[in-house]
């Protein structure tokens, strides 16, 4: 069965000032996220969901309706400050949407099958939407489910100058993900990468360490755990802009034993934007790209 991808366009934009899910940085006036569809129609996806707020359905719908809408099956589900487990009252007080684990939960009535999680604001690279998909081919129906994710080389990750926060990735011996092990500030600093735990402990870090770029591969066994644990979210009280993240649900998944994690090493040329800083290089890293031939400058053309 092939997998549906699933991009997680929701974000309210704060840092960047706009609705960056749509900023038009390809040199052909694309998204990035257009960047992602046109990987996964080519690595044989033919279904897309996004997760998008209801208020920007109409400028998106439009996007994708002159490009993306006519190579692929798209489907939108709404991430909405109400959408919660029964017997849940909104907060009153809440802006920012719940989070990435939310998110993917929103969506699932809309997934029948393997799906692949992609953000709306990263590019990911052909090669890693094509890994995933073989992946969760091969391993589908395994018993506990096997999911998979890409880690990308912190050196592809990391800008000139400057504190980034990241994930590594903590595996076993079998390359499965043990756990994410979050950094906030880590920077280049000659050939490797430095950074401070929260003890003032310095570390020093291989450029070549893999992190994660939040692009997954899931079966629908996902979703109950994401209730649960969406749930247990909501008991605890969370604070007005505590967010109920997927890689925290993956990760007590994974101490539970209720399912295994492949970490595949198929990364390659990351950007991604967060604020408008971002957009610079940004828009080199796809020029680059389309100048090599990887990508042709209009993509739906």
Wanted: proline share 6%; aromatic share 8%.
């Amino acid at each position: 069965m092939k997998p549906t991808l699933l991009i997680l366009a929701a974000g309210v934009g704060s840092r960047f000032g706009g609705l960056k899910q749509l900023d038009p940085v390809g040199p052909g006036g694309a998204a990035l996220m257009d960047y992602t569809m046109y990987d996964a129609l080519k690595a044989r996806f033919d279904r897309v969901v996004l997760v998008i707020r209801r208020e920007t359905e109409a400028e998106i719908s439009d996007h994708l309706a002159r490009g993306a809408a006519q190579h692929l099956e798209v489907h939108y589900a709404f991430q909405e400050l109400d959408a919660l487990p029964p017997g849940v009252d909104p907060a009153k007080d809440r802006v920012k949407p719940w989070g990435t684990g939310h998110a993917v939960l929103v969506a699932s009535p809309l997934l029948d099958g393997p799906f692949v999680v992609a953000n709306a604001d990263d590019f990911y690279g052909r090669r890693a939407l094509a890994a995933l998909a073989s992946y969760l081919g091969e391993t589908e129906g395994s018993d506990p489910p096997h999911w998979a994710m890409v880690g990308y080389q912190l050196a592809d990750t990391l800008p000139a100058s400057g504190a980034v926060s990241r994930a590594l990735c903590v595996q076993d011996g079998g390359g499965r993900l043990v756990k994410l092990q979050e950094i906030p500030a880590i920077e280049r600093a000659g050939g490797v990468a430095r950074w401070t735990d929260a003890d003032g402990i310095a570390h020093v870090q291989p450029l070549q360490s893999l992190v994660s770029m939040n692009l997954w591969g899931f079966t629908t066994d996902l979703t109950a755990g994401l209730e649960s644990g969406f749930r247990a979210f909501l008991d605890a009280g969370p604070g007005r802009e505590d967010e109920f993240y997927l890689p925290v649900a993956v990760g007590e998944a994974v101490r539970e034993k209720r399912a295994k994690v492949q970490v595949l090493d198929e990364g390659g040329p990351w950007c991604g934007m967060t604020s408008p800083a971002d957009r610079a290089t940004t828009a080199s890293v796809l020029r680059e790209l389309v100048d090599q031939g990887e990508y042709p400058e209009h993509l739906w053309e």
